[in-house]
């Protein structure tokens, strides 16, 4: 979808949970000096007396500031930081940009189609080997590597599977995760060889009787997870009460609890240790279904293991490869779900292409992708003062900007030469994406074009909207450690006021 006529640049800082509750607005401003008024008495409510709001507001045709409350002071973003991530890709890389992954053999296939020797799947962060691609199928999203093996002639590979994942340096999560975000699917491990996401489902049903354990599976099926069957069958009208527990890098997902014996099933996403390894482990059925095998073994290989054998990319032949979607579609994919794993590969893999020759070696993936992140703000003239990240996603709680910052970035990327794709590829209020059932039956509904962010205490928005008068404003409105006094009203329906606001707009500011 392209850029609306006119664009209001907007960075609100909110809730990610679901708004429903209505507001009563203000009549629509017709001034500036009104609409001022309209927002200072919104955030200045008793209720959030013992919360933080930043907010920032700046027409984008005129560059007049129309509103500003602790614009200059720190915030944490939570998934706002992935504006920065995202449009630091698009500059650095453009939005046809594809990621390569790679089939590398010691040498052409013998007489017969024989690899004498390993094939190494060499991965550089593609999130598009995923189930939900290809129509839930994860074999699907296989089958451009296994044609690409078998159009090189390959029929059998007398060598192990070898799954790569060294491309990236560093620990699989980011800096500043809590340990628990592990457990769940946005905290799920970063990989350069990626596959359906890193994480699969497991199903609980209730067993035949009461008392019996429920039935567990895992989707697709796999032995690369083993489940601890932990749980019982209650009585028909118990409901559910279940809890998942998966070890740091470990294989054994443990299940207790209860569910009732008239319960239709219950389904969890799993994160899964070392995705490179379930990556050639799922390859390898996928290639015995074509015909081809292999007498080795599935193994996976990291950055560690690299520094003991290293790859020597230059002796080996590339048999084939798979390139991801561009990037003005991986763009859209992280945006409008919010999604983690996506942004930090992506962090990670422009941490590789701009590591200069020569770089430390102990230098993470991923503090070379915020080392570049920073020379990036600098161009765009964004003081380094005024953003502390240390991963892409927005899941560290550590990561801080003020609305200073982001208003400045939401201003630059409007002038870009990425602007469209930008701008395509953020949530619209009402459409789709995080705003899909957001600023519904207002002005706002596809108008807005925001950025959602969701930590426990830290709620965000940031994007584009258009006045009622057709002025392009840049705002960016931040709430921290907010808690709502009803339970009707969350935080991000204090935020989608701001947006509303805006929308309404009915005057226009001067230069």
Not at 8 to 23: I, M, R, T, Y
Not at 114 to 126: C, E, H, N, S
Not at 250 to 265: K, T
């Amino acid at each position: 979808m392209g850029p609306p006529a006119v664009t209001l640049a907007l960075c609100v800082w909110l809730s990610g949970s679901p708004s429903g509750a209505s507001q009563v607005q203000p009549p629509p401003a017709t001034s500036v000096a009104e609409l001022q008024q309209h927002l200072a008495e919104h955030i200045r409510q008793p209720k959030f007396a013992a919360a933080t709001w930043g907010v920032k507001v700046i027409s984008l045709d005129t560059g007049r500031v129309v509103f500003e409350e602790n614009a200059q002071k720190y915030f944490s973003p939570a998934s706002n930081t992935k504006l920065y991530t995202v449009a630091l890709a698009l500059d650095r890389l453009g939005a046809d940009y594809r990621i390569r992954t790679s089939l590398y053999a010691p040498g052409r296939p013998a007489p017969g189609g024989v690899i004498r020797g390993d094939l190494t799947v060499f991965g550089r962060g593609d999130p598009g080997f995923t189930a939900h691609r290809f129509g839930n199928d994860l074999f699907g999203a296989l089958v451009p590597l296994v044609r690409a093996l078998t159009n090189a002639g390959v029929r059998h590979i007398e060598g192990d599977l070898v799954g790569d994942e060294s491309f990236f340096r560093g620990p699989p999560f980011g800096s500043g995760w809590d340990w628990d975000d592990t457990q769940f699917y946005y905290g799920a491990p970063v990989s350069a060889l990626t596959i359906n996401d890193n994480r699969l489902e497991v199903t609980v049903k209730p067993g035949p009787t009461t008392n019996a354990p429920c039935v567990l599976a895992v989707s697709p099926p796999t032995p690369w997870i083993v489940l601890s069957n932990r749980t019982v069958t209650a009585p028909a009208g118990s409901g559910r009460d279940l809890t998942f527990y998966r070890p740091l890098d470990g294989h054994v997902v443990y299940v207790w609890g209860r569910l009732a014996l008239d319960h239709s099933g219950f389904a969890q996403d799993v994160t899964v240790p070392r995705p490179a390894g379930l990556f050639v482990t799922f390859l390898r059925e996928a290639l015995a279904r074509a015909g081809v095998t292999v007498r080795g073994r599935v193994r996976a290989v990291d950055w560690l293991d690299r520094q003991v054998t290293p790859l020597d990319r230059t002796r080996l032949v590339e048999l084939g490869a798979v390139e991801s979607a561009p990037l003005r579609e991986l763009a859209s994919d992280i945006l409008k779900p919010s999604q983690n794993l996506y942004t930090d590969l992506l962090l990670a893999h422009v941490g590789e292409m701009t590591r200069p020759a020569g770089a430390a070696e102990d230098m993470t993936s991923e503090a070379a992708g915020i080392r570049e992140l920073e020379r990036f703000l600098a161009e765009a003239g964004i003081p380094a003062t005024e953003v502390q990240f240390e991963e892409g996603s927005g899941l560290s709680r550590n990561n801080l900007t003020t609305p200073n910052a982001t208003v400045a970035l939401l201003r630059y990327m409007s002038r870009h030469r990425e602007a469209t794709t930008y701008l395509a590829a953020l949530p619209v209020a009402g459409v789709d994406g995080t705003l899909r059932n957001r600023m519904r039956d207002t002005p706002a509904a596809g108008n807005v074009r925001a950025k959602t962010g969701t930590l426990r205490w830290a709620h965000a928005l940031s994007g584009y909207v258009t006045t009622a008068a057709g002025e392009r404003l840049a705002f960016c409105a931040m709430l921290n450690r907010y808690r709502s006094p009803n339970p009707e009203r969350s935080a991000r329906d204090e935020l989608d006021a701001i947006a509303v606001m805006l929308a309404r707009f009915q005057g226009r500011t001067a230069p």
